[in-house]
C-alpha cells in the first residue's frame, strides 16, 4: 500500500504564491506518474498537472506558465510551485501517484491524497 502525505496549503493573497508538497510512503516498487488534481465547490476535481519518473511534464493551460511541477525520485516526493495565484485557484488540492507495487506487477495502483486547501484571497 501507499500513502501520500501533503502540504503546503494555506491561505494567500491573489498574487502570491504557494509551494505545495506530497511525499510517498508504504511498501511499493516503484513511483511512477505523480500528480496534482483540484476541485472547487461545486466543481468537477480537475488536473493541474503531471509529471512522469523521467520528467516529462504537463499542465492544465489556466496555470501553465504561473506553476511548476517537480519531484524528487529519491525521496518520492513531488512539488508544485504556485506562483501568481488568482481566487479561480482556490481549491482542494489532491496529490496522486500511480505506484507499481511490485516489479512484476503488470500495472500500477492510482493513489490519491487527503487533499490540502488553498485559498487565494481577492
Known amino acids: 500500500q501507499v500513502q501520500l502525505g501533503e502540504s503546503g496549503g494555506g491561505l494567500v493573497q491573489a498574487g502570491g504564491s504557494l509551494r505545495l508538497s506530497c511525499a510517498a510512503s508504504g511498501s511499493f516498487f516503484k513511483i511512477n506518474t505523480m500528480g496534482w488534481y483540484r476541485q472547487s465547490p461545486g466543481k468537477q476535481r480537475e488536473l493541474v498537472a503531471t509529471i512522469t519518473s523521467g520528467g516529462n511534464t504537463d499542465y492544465v493551460d489556466s496555470v501553465k506558465g504561473r506553476f511548476t511541477i517537480s519531484r524528487d525520485n529519491a525521496k518520492n516526493t513531488v512539488y508544485l510551485q504556485m506562483t501568481m495565484l488568482k481566487p479561480e485557484d482556490t481549491a482542494v488540492y489532491y496529490c496522486?501517484?500511480?505506484?507499481?507495487?511490485?516489479?512484476?506487477?503488470?500495472?500500477?495502483?492510482?493513489?490519491w491524497g487527503e487533499g490540502t486547501l488553498v485559498t487565494v484571497s481577492s
Open positions: 496522486n501517484a500511480e505506484a507499481k507495487l511490485t516489479w512484476y506487477s503488470p500495472a500500477g495502483v492510482n493513489y
